[in-house]
T-cell receptor, first 119, second 115 residues
């Protein structure tokens, strides 16, 4: 069954340092996509980065990178040079592939990790 | 910004009454989702839709029903509201029948309180 797990309810990081947010997933589908979203205190959901199961390289978007370890079924988010504005809740999400009858686009999220950046 | 609107944004209702939340999109996206967000649980999928009149249950569907009679609207109904359904509800939309890498876009959320 499709499952996403984020085991860190809360984390602290010093401004300008790097931080890794953990995400593990479970699926039997060979084709899937992994996403990270940011939710600041204002409540909106902001898309950060995407990784496909067949992508050969780890995804990067500015200060965000995704450490994708397929065999371990992990998709950790790395934020480099943390800024005060990075303080937020971060969600990992997964969509299974569009093969055969599973063409439903089902998208599930983990429990989230609250990140606080200290000045 | 993606054209997605949730209504109402806030609602207080009494236990036992039916409640309907509306999600309206102007993007013509195929997939639509309803989630609830509760502290410690993250975002949990209630129901989702992969086309007009095509819907399926998520992980927390008990006590909820949905309908999608046209592409742009996805309605979530709490048939008989209970205090455990007090939550923030998010609607999301997504394109991509072929490409996997299109992200979901979220509405602003609806804060529902059941008293």
């Amino acid at each position: 069954a499709q499952k996403i797990t984020q085991t860190q309810p809360g984390m602290f990081v010093q401004e300008k340092e790097a931080v890794t947010l953990d995400c593990t997933y479970d699926t039997s589908d060979p084709s899937y996509g992994l996403f990270w979203y940011k939710q600041p205190s204002s409540g909106e959901m902001i898309f950060l980065i995407y990784q496909g199961s067949y992508d050969q390289q780890n995804a990067t978007e500015g200060r965000y990178s995704l450490n994708f370890q397929k065999a371990r079924k992990s998709a950790n988010l790395v934020i480099s040079a943390s800024q005060l504005g990075d303080s937020a809740m971060y969600f990992c999400a997964m969509r299974e592939g569009l093969q055969g009858s599973s063409n439903t686009g089902k998208l599930i999220f983990g429990q989230g990790t609250t990140l606080q950046v200290k000045p | 910004d993606a054209g997605i609107t949730q209504s109402p944004r806030h609602k207080v209702t009494e236990t036992g009454t039916p409640v309907t939340l509306r999600c309206h999109q102007t993007e013509n996206h195929r997939y639509m989702y309803w989630y609830r967000q509760d502290p410690g649980h993250g975002l949990r999928l209630i129901h989702y839709s992969y086309g007009v009149k095509d819907t399926d249950k998520g992980e927390v569907s008990d006590g909820y029903s949905v309908s999608r009679s046209k592409t742009e609207d996805f309605l979530l109904t709490l048939e008989s509201a209970t205090s455990s359904q007090t939550s923030v509800y998010f609607c999301a939309i997504s394109e991509s029948e072929i490409m996997m890498n299109t992200e979901a876009f979220f509405g602003q959320g609806t804060r529902l309180t059941v008293v």
